[in-house]
């Protein structure tokens, strides 16, 4: 589970640019929440829940820091490159490109920390890759 403060800028994360798909979402009033239940296409035992608190009566809503204080979600992916091309494209800054043909993170709207696993053998490295600085922390 993954706390988020954006429903909207959360979705377009996940799912535009992650490439994820909506399993469901529930919308409970009396609880004052909404959690949506994400997966890899292809593979729907295998979710997230992103969970939105709602503002309370005074219109305060929850902050959350640090990011990386649960560890961090991966994701295996088929092509690391094309992965954080599509990330790129959506503007998700990658924090940690995928120099080595292997890993890369990225962060989520809410600062969760992404990391992305080439399925099987290293790819071959490649430019821009291979001299791509990291940017911030991941």
């Not at 429903?7 to 640019?17: E, G, K, Q, R, T």
């Not at 992404?114 to 821009?128: M, N, R, S, T, V």
Request: charged content about 20%; proline content about 7%.
């Amino acid at each position: 589970m993954v706390r988020v403060t954006d429903i909207d800028a959360s979705l377009h994360f996940y799912c535009d640019a992650l490439g994820l798909q909506v399993l469901s979402r529930r919308d409970n009033e009396a609880g004052r929440f909404t959690l949506i239940f994400l997966a890899a296409p292809g593979d729907e035992k295998a979710q997230i829940e992103l969970t939105y608190n709602w503002p309370d009566a005074d219109g305060k809503s929850e902050t959350y820091t640090g990011g990386r204080n649960f560890g961090h979600v991966a994701y295996a992916v088929p092509d690391i490159y094309a992965a954080c091309q599509r990330l790129m494209d959506h503007g998700v800054t990658i924090s940690r490109p995928p120099r080595d043909g292997r890993m890369a993170f990225v962060r989520s709207p809410d600062q969760i920390s992404i990391e992305l696993l080439q399925i099987g053998d290293p790819l071959p490295k490649a430019e821009p890759w291979a001299s791509m600085p990291n940017v911030g922390a991941w």
